[in-house]
């Protein structure tokens, strides 16, 4: 029965990209004023509140504080969705939106995998897959949802009901999702210096700042890309969510490879997948390509979220499996809050996309590089289960 619980976990991150299915509506129609990158800011900075309490949340779970956090960060997770209805300023949605929602959901999200590995070891990634793939589930249904009300109801309107739909799932979460083992009194404070001395782990903590640096890019800009190359306008507003289901397999099979080939094994050649689709985006011009790109592009992105936090669960010993992870997610924040505006302002600068494809797909080829690295550095070869 836990297993299915966990899974409406996952299904609050389709709020998180909000700010990707909503960047060409705030462009065109919202704040038309304001900057292509720095409207992108408002979901970087969203994306990277969901990682940076990490470290706080870590470091709370492993000392036994689950049930309270997890209250308080529903009830500002939900408030922010529903104050992003009445934004219309940039300021607004950035607060709203940005920090308000970004806050809530971090604190309710940094649990999940210390949640997960309490219930499950044996098969433990095929937990994780599945209950990352709400957030594929949501993030394919909210976007079609907000393209079918937008022009009924209002932007406004839209946004509520979004907010409502939210609000079941959290409420679904809350009631469903507890520990199972006893807290543990671990030594040190919120960092542990020590886990950095295991080289594996602090390479893996670089490639992890990598691959958040690149990776969301083609999923910022799809829309706006397909706008600017003339695609269809009856497909453009389903790209994302075309994106998004195919993520779902991906982060179901990541699971299911991970317990027999190891995580490590599946993220490297997902990712780099991944990373040759960043590279095809700009020069997809034509609907077909596109939906190809799309899909692909989705697939093996699904297979890296279902995994990434994987790694650093079998770094160490379980006792200190919050703060370890908890450490890495809020490193990483560095990468996500840079990553689509930096896009964003390459953009701007070079007039062209192809640039931005260059840039964020060697970066996440970079990052692969380092995985394989994190695998020498543990197993001193390229083969074995990792």
Sequence with gaps: MEFYRHISYNSLTPLNRKSVTFQAYYQEIMLPHVSPS???????????????????????????YFRGPQIAAAALFIAGTFLTAECKEYWQFLLCQGFTVGIGSGFLFGPMIPVITHWFKARRGFAIGIAASGSSVGGTIIPIVARLLIPKIGFKWAIRVVSFILLLVVIVAVLTTRRRLPPVVVSGGLFNLKAFRYAPYS???????????GLYSVLTYLQVYAKEVGISPNLIPYLISISNASSFVGRIGSGYLSDRIGPLNALIPSTLVTGIATYAWPFARSDGALIAVACIYGGSLGFFTGTWQMPPTTMGSVDDVGRRVGMLMSIITIGAVAGPPSSGAIRDATGSFEYVGYYAGSIIVLCVLSMVGVKYATLGRLTGKM
């Design 38 to 64: 720095k409207i992108a800011w408002i979901g970087s900075v969203q994306y990277a509140l969901v990682f940076f309490p990490g470290l706080v949340t870590g470091r709370m779970f492993d000392l036994g």
């Design 203 to 213: 390479l893996y903590v670089w490639a992890a700042i990598l691959a958040w640096l």
